[in-house]
């Protein structure tokens, strides 16, 4: 089961990098998506830079939690819009991809308090 995680992981966090390196390079598609909704360049350049930062804090286990949440907030905002422009298949797809970083995260969580309780015992 633990490779199953890993794998989960794994495609979150290249998600993760993949979607935000489409925002720092300005992709047309983006671009005009994100700018209908008030994104500048530069804004839409720092939304990528943090889903990018976020997704690589999830490579390691002690800013495992932390990259989650932030990755997720990132796509909770592109949800969130696609939602609002109809792009209901790929808004769903994106609220399973939030699911699935809210249960990494709290794997996460569950396993640093074993650590930390193991510890100290």
């Not at 939304?47 to 990755?71: E, K, S």
């Not at 699911?99 to 193991?118: D, F, K």
């Amino acid at each position: 089961m633990k490779w199953v995680w890993v794998g989960v992981l794994g495609l979150l966090v290249f998600l993760a990098v993949s979607s935000g390196a489409t925002k720092i390079l300005l992709m047309p598609q983006d671009v005009a998506f994100f700018g209908q909704y008030g994104f500048s360049g530069i804004a839409l350049v720092a939304f990528g830079l943090v889903q990018v930062i976020g997704g690589a804090m999830m490579l390691f286990f002690g800013t495992r939690l932390v990259g989650a949440i932030i990755v997720a907030i990132t796509f909770g905002v592109s949800a969130v819009l696609l939602f609002i422009e109809g792009s209901t298949p790929t808004a769903f797809i994106t609220l399973i991809a939030l699911v699935l970083l809210g249960t990494i995260a709290v794997r996460t969580h569950r396993s640093r308090h074993i650590r930390i309780t193991a510890g100290k015992a």
